[in-house]
C-alpha cells in the first residue's frame, strides 16, 4: 500500500486526533463526540423548558415548544461560544453553528420527543414522577444511538461537525 498520500496530514494542524483519513472515513470516536455535544446543549435546553413550562402550569403542546426551542438556543450557542474562543467573529460563528447543528440538533429532538410522546402517560408526568425522568433521559438515549450515524455520515461528507473542526 503507498502511505505517500498521508504524510500531508501532519501539516494540518489540530486534525490528526480526528483519526479521520480522508472523505467519509470518519472515525465512530468522532462522531460520538460531536453526538455528545450535541446532546448537552438538548439535555440543557429540553430539561430547562420542561421545567419551566411545568412549573408555570402549561399545557404539553407549549411546554413542549418552550423545551425544543431552548434544546436548539443551548445547542447552538454551545457551538458559538467554542468557535468565538477559536477566534471566529460573530457572523462567521453564528454561521458555523447553524451549519454545524441543525440536523443534529433536529433529529435529536425529533426522536427524543416522539419517544416521550409514545410513552404511555410520559406527557401528563409531573417533574417528581418517576416516569417523567425515565422517558426523558430513555428518549436522549435513544436519540444518541440513531443521532450518531446521522452525524458520521455528515462529517464524512464535510458537513455539520466537521464544519466547527475546521475552526479548531
Given at each position: 500500500m503507498d502511505h505517500g498520500a498521508h504524510d500531508s496530514h501532519g501539516s494540518h494542524s489540530g486534525h490528526g486526533d480526528h483519526?479521520?483519513?480522508?472523505?467519509?472515513?470518519?472515525?465512530?470516536?468522532?462522531?460520538?463526540k460531536a453526538t455528545l455535544h450535541c446532546l448537552s446543549g438538548?439535555?440543557?435546553?429540553?430539561v430547562?423548558?420542561?421545567?419551566?413550562?411545568?412549573?408555570?402550569?402549561?399545557?404539553n403542546a407549549p411546554t413542549m415548544v418552550l423545551a425544543i426551542a431552548l434544546a436548539f438556543v443551548f445547542g447552538y450557542s454551545f457551538t458559538l461560544f467554542a468557535v468565538r474562543g477559536a477566534g471566529l467573529d460573530l457572523r462567521g460563528?453564528?454561521?458555523?453553528?447553524?451549519?454545524?447543528?441543525?440536523v443534529s440538533i433536529a433529529v435529536m429532538e425529533l426522536v427524543d420527543n416522539g419517544i416521550i410522546a409514545l410513552t404511555p402517560g410520559a406527557m401528563d408526568a409531573e417533574l417528581s414522577d418517576g416516569l417523567f425522568w425515565s422517558?426523558?433521559?430513555?428518549?436522549?438515549?435513544?436519540?444518541?444511538?440513531?443521532?450518531?450515524?446521522?452525524?458520521?455520515?455528515?462529517?464524512?461528507?464535510?458537513?455539520?461537525?466537521?464544519?466547527?473542526?475546521?475552526?479548531?
Open positions: 483519526g479521520d483519513h480522508g472523505p467519509g472515513a470518519v472515525s465512530w470516536g468522532t462522531a460520538v438538548c439535555v440543557v435546553g429540553e430547562l423548558g420542561m421545567v419551566v413550562g411545568t412549573a408555570l402550569g402549561w399545557g460563528a453564528v454561521k458555523v453553528a447553524l451549519a454545524a447543528d441543525t422517558a426523558l433521559l430513555g428518549g436522549f438515549a435513544v436519540a444518541f444511538v440513531v443521532t450518531t450515524p446521522v452525524n458520521k455520515w455528515m462529517i464524512g461528507r464535510g458537513k455539520g461537525h466537521a464544519v466547527v473542526h475546521a475552526h479548531h
